[in-house]
């Protein structure tokens, strides 16, 4: 199942396009989306990730998320998540991508923290300073749930930042970034924060449900569905 922030649909058609050199591709791929796919959502339902998560002890429990520090978490590669989420919102801006006929409109979402995620993927940089990661994995390992992908894009409007989002395969990543980003979206930063916090959210479980519900009901492009 695949999802804009218009419509979703199940397709085999792959987002893809031609952008980067071999040598660029490969270090994208050894430093992050061979992990990632490996520790993501099976179809024979293994979710590596989550199962981490669920043997070790949260540090924190709301009523909808149970918080963990991924640093004391051995089986969670911090470095190979982040570098992973940086690279996917980093190649939504710099490039339109196609799925089948239709290409999105994530050019530029990065704004002018777009060269300081290059440096970061080349290894010239560590993450953005003005950047913080939150990284959440669903409590369902169903089909109607964590088999979704959600193309990057833009969320709701935030005072002092930018708000990036994708899902994909049982993980949610929300990016934000600027020079007045709030205190609390620091604190709990994958990367940099607390404990390099991730979380067991109900909640992502819900909002998936219903953009899922809500997206399927509108017609996609007719070249999707062919």
Same mark, same amino acid.
């Given at each position: ?70 640093? $004391? ?108 980003? $709030? ?44």
């Amino acid at each position: 199942m695949w999802s804009t922030s218009k419509f979703a649909l199940q397709t085999s058609n792959q987002t893809q396009d031609y952008l980067l050199c071999w040598d660029c591709e490969q270090r994208l791929r050894s430093n992050g989306e061979d992990w990632v796919m490996e520790n993501c959502w099976h179809r024979n339902g293994r979710f590596p990730l989550q199962q981490a998560l669920e043997a070790s002890k949260p540090e924190l429990l709301t009523q909808y998320a149970r918080l963990y520090r991924a640093c $004391d978490i051995p089986a969670i590669r911090i470095d190979q998540l982040s570098y992973f989420a940086a690279s996917v919102f980093w190649r939504a801006s710099v490039h339109n991508w196609r799925t089948g006929k239709f290409r999105g409109n994530t050019k530029g979402m990065l704004g002018p923290y777009e060269e300081e995620f290059r440096k970061y993927l080349m290894g010239e940089t560590g993450f953005p300073e003005h950047a913080a990661l939150w990284v959440a994995v669903t409590v369902s390992k169903g089909l109607d749930i964590a088999a979704g992908v959600f193309e990057p894009a833009t969320s709701r409007p935030d005072p002092t930042c930018k708000v990036h989002k994708f899902f994909l395969l049982g993980i949610s990543f929300m990016l934000y970034v600027g020079k007045t980003i $709030d205190a609390r979206y620091k604190t709990f930063c994958f990367v940099r924060g607390w404990g390099n916090c991730i979380g067991i959210q109900s909640i992502l479980d819900d909002a998936i449900a219903r953009m899922w519900h809500a997206r399927a009901s509108k017609n996609p492009p007719a070249e999707l569905t062919v």
